[in-house]
């Protein structure tokens, strides 16, 4: 079992940054690729950017590529996703997530993911 804890949402302007934390339990935090997704009002949960086990893999949506980073501290048990350059479009609730895979690509499907956060509110004004 691996509980995840996301924290740093909150309400900003266009353009500014944050930084996403995703805290996980358990020991076995490296052996999980790790993903970033977000959910707007209305709209179907979509993943925003993952990191394989190894650090050694990342993906970006389209949408965010360019402004975004996701990085990960095996050492803290943490993920986080730096954004920059945000805007209102970004505005949604984000959600970490763990796979407990150690290929060396990433998993791009909510289905593939075996635990998820809470989420943590994004909201961007204009």
């Known amino acids: 079992q691996v509980w995840l804890v996301e924290s740093g949402g909150g309400l900003v302007q266009a353009g500014d940054s944050l930084r996403l934390s995703c805290a996980a339990s358990?020991?076995?935090?490296?052996?999980?690729?790790m993903g970033w997704f977000r959910q707007a009002p209305g709209k179907e949960r979509e993943i925003v950017a993952a990191?394989?086990?190894?650090?050694?893999?990342?993906y970006y949506a389209n949408s965010v590529k360019g402004r975004f980073t996701i990085s990960r501290d095996n050492a803290k048990n943490t993920v986080y996703l730096q954004m920059n350059s945000l805007t209102p479009e970004d505005t949604a609730v984000y959600y970490c997530a763990a796979e407990q895979h150690m290929g060396p690509g990433v998993s791009l499907g909510q289905n593939e993911y075996d635990y998820w956060g809470q989420g943590t509110q994004v909201t961007v004004s204009s």
């Open positions: 990191i394989n086990w190894s650090d050694s893999n990342t």
């Open positions: 358990g020991r076995t935090f490296r052996s999980y690729g």
